[in-house]
């Protein structure tokens, strides 16, 4: 294990929030004074390779940016100059509830050559008043279903730390026993007798929660109203948090009816064979997501029939907006069998179809789901049992008209999908 980390970054303070996750090591943060051009994630990487250059240490890049509009590939240098230029009270002052993505990008290098890199996208608004304490984007930006900034969330749950989840990618990568495993939980309650979304939303920012309305197009419940926290630690621990939230929205009147943990893709539990997968009980599933963007009252049927050749599934959060006419679909597709690496050779592909078609994915997030209480509440969406002859358990299936050459898929295998376009 190497003994020194360079840290390439524009906010070299933040490097206190990365020591405590490498108890081991020297932390040096190098601060960027000039962005390079280009795509987001090739600066992260330059700015790793040229930290591993100037140093010989092992080096670690974060960026990050934001979009107001339709989110391209490369860096955002105009914003991020311009909030440099007004700082956050003025910037703030001008885009006031303004709707948009921020995105943390990082490149972590052994040996200036080879790469790990991840992106976090949290869309969200302009707070009118940025916080006191805390980065500067993190004083000024909002995620969707909260009503602080992150700034201030962070009071309540620590691990809203955007940064955090590269910090411990590379604690993991370097062996530190600092490491700990990164959860996502959902705790998918009915609404009190008389009460509506606002009443939900604020609870939620009570309790310091993130607050989520999900419309499906179809399903025997198409209305969820669900909440979002991360946790870390062991399952057992973050299992009696999920019990403790559900319980304070039992008290205030509405009832828990599900309660869903989800292990980042990187974390111990996740299996990585077919083999694994398939040995795990039922509750237990990948589920990926991608987002895409529409104009708004853009027809879906292409959208659609792409995605069922891969069994993926639609859905719309009114907790989601964008600026201008651009509007957000959710793409999710679900894996019961299967392990980490075809799930993701599957998404992968599901993904390049996207972008070919010119929908723009982004915000693409990879889970493994280790605790689901009430997998029928997605019944007649997303189904609750999966065929373990089939990858995708697709409605096409039945019917005869699955795209996969073979018909259906056999457990460890990889079929190739025919594209939509030659079907």
Request: charged share 25%; with cysteine; hydrophobic share 40%.
């Amino acid at each position: 294990m190497p003994r020194r980390l360079a840290f390439a970054t524009t906010e070299p303070e933040i490097a206190d929030e990365l020591r405590p996750f490498l108890p081991h090591l020297q932390v040096d943060p190098l601060k960027i004074d000039v962005l390079p051009d280009g795509e987001i994630q090739e600066c992260a990487k330059l700015l790793a390779a040229g930290a591993f250059f100037n140093t010989g240490n092992a080096a670690l890049a974060i960026i990050t940016d934001f979009h107001f509009d339709a989110i391209g590939p490369n860096l955002n240098k105009a914003g991020l100059e311009e909030l440099r230029e007004i700082g956050p009270a003025g910037f703030a002052r001008k885009h006031s509830e303004k709707y948009g993505v921020l995105r943390v990008i990082f490149a972590f290098t052994p040996d200036g050559q080879s790469f790990v890199g991840d992106q976090r996208d949290v869309p969200g608004r302009v707070s009118g008043v940025p916080a006191t304490n805390g980065s500067v984007l993190d004083r000024i930006w909002i995620p969707n279903g909260y009503q602080r900034s992150i700034s201030e969330l962070m009071a309540y749950q620590p691990q809203l730390n955007r940064r955090e989840r590269a910090y411990r990618i590379v604690a993991n990568l370097l062996g530190t026993d600092a490491a700990q495993d990164i959860y996502e939980a959902h705790v998918t309650v009915e609404l009190p007798h008389g009460a509506g979304v606002s009443e939900f939303q604020q609870t939620c920012a009570d309790i310091g929660v993130k607050a989520i309305h999900i419309e499906l197009p179809s399903g025997n419940t198409p209305t969820h109203f669900i909440t979002g926290s991360i946790h870390s630690g062991t399952l057992d621990k973050v299992a009696r948090e999920v019990d403790a939230l559900a319980r304070q929205f039992d008290a205030r009147g509405f009832t828990a009816t599900r309660r869903k943990i989800e292990a980042m893709i990187q974390n111990r539990a996740v299996p990585l064979t077919d083999a694994d997968g398939r040995a795990r009980p039922a509750s237990n599933y990948f589920e990926f997501h991608t987002k895409v963007t529409l104009v708004r009252d853009q027809p879906t049927e292409a959208l659609e029939r792409l995605c069922r050749a891969f069994g993926a599934h639609l859905a719309r959060s009114a907790s989601n907006r964008l600026a201008g006419d651009a509007t957000q679909r959710f793409v999710t597709v679900r894996f019961h069998d299967e392990g980490r690496t075809t799930a993701e050779a599957i998404f992968g592909k599901l993904v390049e179809e996207l972008r070919i078609a010119g929908y723009q994915p982004s915000h693409i997030l990879k889970e493994y789901v280790v605790l689901d209480t009430n997998l029928d509440l997605d019944a007649g969406w997303a189904d609750s049992a999966v065929p373990a002859s089939c990858y995708t358990n697709c409605a096409d299936m039945s019917s005869g008209q699955c795209v996969f050459l073979d018909g259906a898929s056999v457990p460890g295998t990889h079929p190739e999908l025919i594209r939509i376009g030659s079907r």
